[in-house]
């Protein structure tokens, strides 16, 4: 397929969500990206979402090449494939590689707040819920108010804040 639409995407999704299928939905996507030209979603895009489904259909090798692929392509994909790439390699157990790529994210002078959302559930998923907690408080004082990724960002700071005992403080406050 050489143009690719949102609709076309969002119909295989739902295609595959309702079938379970986890497998044949990254195997698609995958497909798709090889032969992707051009359309209303970038290939890195697709390649995000591929890498998503195989760590999904317990594939994380498969998913670690998506998320290589998706990064070299450098393309628009809403969440830096990096945090995918590090978040796999905790699965995968190369925790120090997953450490430094994160190291490298926190030097970037501008991450989207998704990415950094994303960093920080990678975090606590394996333990560090500080490391978890600094992610998402920086994320929740950068990003603008009106993004719909900002009130996720808040929940995700309030959980992590009671999941160390901590006490309720101004941001937490701000959770509706």
């Known amino acids: 397929m050489a143009y690719v639409t949102r609709e076309h995407l969002d119909r295989l999704l739902e295609r595959a969500l309702l079938a379970d299928d986890h497998s044949s939905l990254a195997r698609q996507l995958d497909d798709l990206a090889v032969y992707y030209s051009?359309?209303?979603?970038?290939?890195?895009?697709?390649?995000?979402?591929?890498?998503?489904?195989w760590r999904a259909a317990g594939h994380p090798v498969r998913a670690l090449d998506c998320y290589q692929r998706a990064l070299e392509d450098g393309g628009e994909s809403g969440v830096d494939p990096r945090a995918g790439i590090a978040d796999t390699l905790f699965e995968l157990d190369r925790p120090d590689e997953?450490?430094?790529l994160i190291a490298e994210l926190r030097a970037e002078p501008v991450l989207t707040p998704a990415t950094a959302h994303n960093v920080a559930e990678t975090l606590v998923a394996y333990g560090d819920l500080r490391g978890?907690?600094?992610?998402?408080?920086?994320?929740v004082l950068t990003c603008e108010r009106d993004d719909p990724e900002h009130v996720a960002l808040l929940r995700t700071r309030y959980r992590i804040r009671v999941d160390l005992g901590l006490p309720e403080d101004e941001l937490d406050a701000l959770v509706s």
């Open 38 to 53: 051009e359309g209303e979603v970038s290939k890195a895009a697709i390649l995000v979402l591929a890498a998503e489904e």
């Open 132 to 139: 978890g907690l600094d992610w998402v408080t920086q994320a």
């Open 98 to 100: 997953a450490r430094e």
